[in-house]
Nanobody, 128 residues
Framework: QVQLTESGGGLVQAGGSLRLSCSAP????????MGWFRQAPGKEREFVAA????????YYADSAKGRFTISRDNTKNTMYLQMNSLKPEDTAVYYC?????????????????????WGPGTQVTVSS
């Protein structure tokens, strides 16, 4: 099991930016697909973005396209989510996830939660 830790959440005004980080201090997931999900109060967890093992292939939810950018630095065991033009509806707990055995972003998109390893989450709050 890959242990993950998110950071970078916080409170930001609408239109602002945040960069989330997801680190894997215990094991380098450089061969594994990774992704970001979020869960707003009273709603189910939803997919945000995914990236393949090399970082060259990415996939986004419609809500994230054009505003969010997922990337990774395998030399630092870290994945990022740059979020720009934030909206109040982006308010949620953001979770990073890694597929323990697959390296394609398809293994993240639509994956049953039990198939992934998860971080504890970081809160993002966007004020209007």
């Amino acid at each position: 099991q890959v242990q993950l830790t998110e950071s970078g959440g916080g409170l930001v005004q609408a239109g602002g930016s945040l960069r989330l980080s997801c680190s894997a201090p215990g094991r380098n997931p450089h061969n594994n697909a990774m992704g970001w999900f979020r869960q707003a109060p009273g709603k189910e967890r939803e997919f945000v973005a995914a990236i393949n093992w090399s970082g060259y292939s990415t996939y986004y939810a419609d809500s994230a396209k054009g505003r969010f950018t997922i990337s990774r630095d395998n030399t630092k065991n870290t994945m990022y989510l740059q979020m720009n033009s934030l909206k109040p509806e982006d308010t949620a707990v953001y979770y990073c996830a890694v597929h323990p055995t697959d390296n394609t972003f398809g293994s993240i998109v639509g994956a049953p939660p039990v198939n992934l390893n998860w971080g504890p989450g970081t809160q993002v709050t966007v004020s209007s």
